[in-house]
């Protein structure tokens, strides 16, 4: 079996803007379906604990990207770590991750292109956006990656817009009202509200990870994947509150907690829906969405790579084409995304939206594949001391264990509150362990991972 490299063509900056630009969606849609179950006051609460678990949990991720520089990161690490099962388990929840997010976000560039064009339908607008960025990531990394960049400063620099537009009409009192899962007191059913928003918490951070998939193809990474991981969950730590405060502050909250664009709702109660403000608004943030949109499918496409060139996976989707992306790859994770918006309607889960439902599934993969990271960071530890460590996860045992305990916590309480949608997870994973045997078996072959 030929194994193919990816090339190193990354900076620092290019990393931080796959790093921001694959989660900054994330603060423009999907977050406010949290406040329909927790209210304003006990999202906040979700939030705040969920962004101490990914604070920590960057920072000892961070240790194993730059140890183990792969395309396939948590895959590889836990391959390395734990064997082919760690690596199975990892390798396809991360998959299932990065696979169910884009559905999510292309049925949101719908949602936010029909606030414009009402005639279009978002379903079809969402194929669109899915034909051009794949076509864009099977380009090259290169290009994909500046384009990244660019629209995720762009996205960045209108959530700052949005902030201060809104931030005139801010009342505490209008986002206090109700706070409490439709209460304005604390009680038990605001605890049970707290937990049960921790996907749509989550969706505020979900896929920073992703940018560990391009460590084969950043220069240098042991030093500049530490200073992208920290500065983009700085970034998105300070952005999810504050856009989240603002929005919740300037009218009724209740009336975003359960649509694809709040914050062009939330503008236009402040400057009306013929403001250049919410015109500005809509196109701009079109690119917030299509930064995580474009981001995740370079993350998915390299999950592909990586499993199949480690002979988990058919070794065709490992194949490199003559801009040096892995174009198979790309493609069929298109092919299950688009599959995914025509369901809608069709497939029901729990009484959600598609949105919903696919930020849940999504979470899931993310959270599982947290726990799995985490034990291998440990596992590690102990069975490669002399491994070459330029960064090193601080507080060592304690900041991996409170990553790790909260990821514990949000799937225990996930799966409480989201049992048929866990139940469709279990068995996308035992479907995808038993094809990943199946194709071992009949190649007979694991590729080590690199540097073991």
């Known amino acids: 079996m030929t194994v193919s490299q990816l090339k190193p063509t990354l900076g620092t900056l290019h990393l931080w803007g796959i790093a921001v630009g694959l989660v900054i969606s994330g603060e423009y849609f999907g977050w406010s379906y949290g406040w329909g179950t927790a209210g304003t006051l006990g999202f906040l609460v979700t939030t705040l604990m969920v962004a101490v678990m990914y604070t920590c949990f960057i920072f000892s991720f961070t240790e194993m990207t730059t140890a183990i520089p792969n395309a396939g990161g948590p895959f590889a690490y836990s391959l390395r770590a734990l064997g082919v099962g760690g690596g199975t388990i990892a390798g396809l929840a991360t998959l299932i991750e990065f696979v169910f997010a884009p559905p999510a976000i292309a049925m949101a560039i719908g949602s936010y292109l029909q606030v414009q064009f009402p005639w279009i339908d978002p379903r079809w607008a969402a194929v669109g956006a899915y034909v051009v960025f794949m076509s864009l990531n099977i380009v090259g990394v290169s290009i994909a990656a500046t384009f990244e960049l660019i629209v995720t400063v762009l996205a960045v620099l209108e959530l700052l817009v949005f902030m201060g537009v809104v931030a005139p009409a801010f009342s505490f009192s209008n986002f206090a009202l109700g706070g409490w899962s439709g209460a304005d007191t604390f009680s038990m059913g605001a605890v049970s509200g707290i937990f049960a928003a921790i996907p749509f918490a989550i969706w505020f951070f979900l896929a920073i990870e992703g940018a560990a998939m391009a460590a084969e193809e950043a220069k240098d990474p042991k030093r500049t994947i530490p200073r992208a991981y920290i500065s983009g969950i700085l970034t998105l730590v300070i952005l999810a509150l504050g856009v989240m405060v603002f929005a919740g502050g300037v009218g009724d909250w209740r009336t975003l907690s359960n649509i694809n664009d709040p914050l062009p709702q939330a503008m236009k109660g402040v400057v009306g829906g013929d403001s250049k403000w919410m015109h500005m608004l809509v196109w701009i943030g079109l690119f917030g969405l299509v930064a995580s949109f474009h981001g995740i499918i370079l993350g998915y496409s390299r999950q592909f790579f990586a499993l199949a060139r480690a002979g988990f996976l058919p070794a065709g989707l490992a194949k490199l084409n003559r801009f040096q992306t892995p174009h198979r790859a790309i493609l069929a994770g298109g092919v299950v995304g688009i599959a995914a918006?025509?369901?809608?309607?069709?497939?029901?889960?729990?009484?959600?939206s598609l949105t919903a439902a696919m930020i849940t599934m999504s979470v899931f993969g993310a959270i599982v594949m947290y726990i799995v990271s985490m034990i291998s960071l440990?596992?590690?530890?102990?069975?490669?001391?002399n491994l070459e460590r330029t960064f090193r996860a601080p507080g060592y045992p304690i900041v991996?264990?409170?990553?790790?305990v909260l990821a514990v916590v949000c799937l225990i309480a996930m799966i409480w509150f989201n049992l048929l949608i866990f139940s469709v997870f279990l068995g996308l994973m035992i479907v995808g362990a038993l094809f990943c045997r199946f194709i071992r078996n009949r190649d007979g072959q694991v590729v080590a991972v690199a540097g073991q």
């Not at 918006?341 to 009484?351: E, T």
């Not at 440990?378 to 001391?385: A, I, N, Y």
């Not at 991996?400 to 790790?404: D, E, K, S, W």
Request: glycine letters at 12%; hydrophobic letters at 45%.
């Open 341 to 352: 918006i025509f369901s809608d309607g069709v497939v029901n889960l729990q009484g959600m």
């Open 400 to 404: 991996p264990g409170i990553a790790l």
């Open 378 to 385: 440990f596992r590690l530890r102990k069975t490669e001391p």
